[in-house]
């Protein structure tokens, strides 16, 4: 066990963080449906739940995180498409689930899938009923931006984020831990607005204080807190070394898992941190990058607040899916365990959502899309595989039955349902983990035969179209 375990998901529950069902929903009014709402749509990129008001990690500082959750509603279970960046953005940003595209990784040029070449994409479909769409930062994957999707793009639509400035050189890596690539982390001399990500919001809030004649789509990438964690020496600052929290984990973890599962885990990155005497340090530098992160979309939200904007603009933040800091024995993303699946997503819709609502059912990134097309009134799109969430926005105490489903590779897949996670690989093999007994997903119940009738009920949501992966550019 670690030193200073953390539950990382009880604490939710015994904090209270938002008073979701307590709270009555605004109308949404047909007169209000049919004006045009501007809409801000933020990611912030490999962010899990450490945020405070999600109760991830107790010692995380997200102020503008939590105040957004506060004007709106806040999802405490999303989960995205996939747990990769490419898969889920392009899942995201088209309406439709890895297992019809074929785009189950990284390295799959998206627009190269039969289903997608000509797929119509948010920001696409708001432009063809009249708005702008504009943005910066990372919105789709770095390697596949997608030019067609937008009028205007900043830096170019080729870069979409500016460069972040390095340690030196002759300093790397700063973990010590050889041959990772960019799996590392440490402090910048550098001040703020040398980051990537402050010059990202630099551009969104000039856009904020500018006269736009159309109803704008604004996409805002912020790529903190990827890989690497090098942001500057005060977000370090905020979380001494000596007081940091360390996830809790089973070192037994793997003893009831199938090989299919044991062969998705890093056990080399947990492995080499713990080597290396890093995981401290590993933990510290997520939450300084977290923290930096947040203090880019304050200056965001302050500049809509100051704008002629305010109270006519839609809010949907997300992140592209989690991260694992050695739970589960594992790290970074690519996995279909609650870690590396679940992410933020948090709505402000003017005149319909009331402040500081928390909505416990499980949603998913696909959802984002035809929930934007329903708050703004677009024509409808059939295709899209996501459900809209409008009845949750309206009231986040609706009845809502289905499980989110994510995808890792051909026929591999996680449902999250209220109380369970069941996965299924394409081998055959199972897991199933009950979630009121059993946060951490320390216990596999699937080859109990008393859970058959749990799979069996889960199992309905598993999608029927399996295709075939597309090529990889790499």
Not at 264 to 277: E, F, G, S, T
Not at 283 to 303: N, P, T
Not at 327 to 353: D, I, S
Not at 465 to 470: D, S
Request: aromatic letters at 10%; one cysteine or more.
């Amino acid at each position: 066990m670690s030193q200073h375990p953390v539950n990382r998901r009880s604490f939710l529950k015994s904090v209270g963080v938002l008073g979701g069902a307590l709270a009555l929903p605004f109308v949404f009014s047909k007169c209000a449906k049919r004006q045009k709402h501007n809409v801000l749509f933020i990611s912030i990129d490999d962010l899990n739940d450490w945020v405070g008001c999600m109760g991830g990690h107790p010692d995380v500082k997200t102020p503008n995180l939590d105040r957004l959750a506060k004007r709106g509603v806040m999802f405490s279970k999303a989960y995205c498409a996939a747990p990769a960046c490419n898969p889920s953005r392009a899942a995201l940003m088209t309406g439709i689930r890895p297992s019809t595209s074929g785009v189950y990784i990284n390295s799959q040029p998206w627009r190269k899938s039969e289903v997608l070449k000509n797929a119509v994409t948010i920001p696409q479909h708001f432009m063809a009923h009249g708005y702008t769409a504009k943005a910066s930062g990372k919105i789709y994957h770095g390697n596949y931006p997608d030019p067609q999707s937008w009028q205007e793009y900043w830096p170019s639509q080729q870069q979409n984020k500016p460069d972040d400035p390095l340690p030196p050189a002759d300093t790397l890596p700063i973990n010590g831990i050889p041959n990772t690539r960019h799996f590392d982390w440490g402090p910048l001399e550098n001040a703020s607005d040398e980051m990537g990500d402050w010059k990202v919001t630099d551009w969104v809030i000039d856009q904020l204080q500018q006269k736009h004649e159309k109803p704008f789509f604004m996409g805002c990438g912020i790529f903190k807190p990827h890989l690497p964690w090098f942001v500057p020496k005060k977000f370090f600052h905020m979380y001494p070394l000596e007081s940091i929290t360390l996830p809790e984990v089973n070192d037994n973890d793997f003893d009831d898992i199938p090989k299919a599962g044991d062969d998705i885990a890093r056990h080399h990155d947990h492995d080499n941190v713990l080597k290396y005497h890093q995981w401290k340090q590993a933990v510290q530098g997520y939450l300084a990058s977290i923290s930096f992160a947040d203090e880019c979309l304050g200056r965001v939200l302050d500049a809509l607040d100051n704008s002629a904007y305010r109270d006519n603009t839609i809010i949907v933040l997300w992140s592209d899916h989690g991260w694992h800091l050695g739970e589960k024995l594992h790290w970074r993303k690519f996995a279909l365990w609650e870690e590396a699946t679940h992410n933020v997503m948090m709505w402000v819709v003017p005149g319909m959502t009331s402040p500081g609502l928390r909505c416990d059912s499980p949603v998913n990134l696909l959802d984002i899309y035809p929930t934007l097309i329903e708050l703004c009134d677009l024509e409808p799109k059939p295709e899209l595989e996501g459900t809209s969430l409008m009845p949750l926005l309206e009231n986040p105490s609706s009845l809502w039955e289905r499980p989110s489903l994510t995808t890792h590779g051909m026929n591999n897949h996680s449902l999250r349902s209220n109380r369970w996670r069941y996965i299924q690989y394409a081998d055959g093999s199972e897991e199933l983990y009950d979630h009121d007994n059993d946060e951490l997903e320390w216990t596999n119940l699937a080859m109990d035969e008393k859970y058959d009738s749990v799979k069996q009920e889960l199992k309905q949501w598993l999608p029927t179209t399996n295709v075939e992966p597309i090529a990889s550019d790499r």
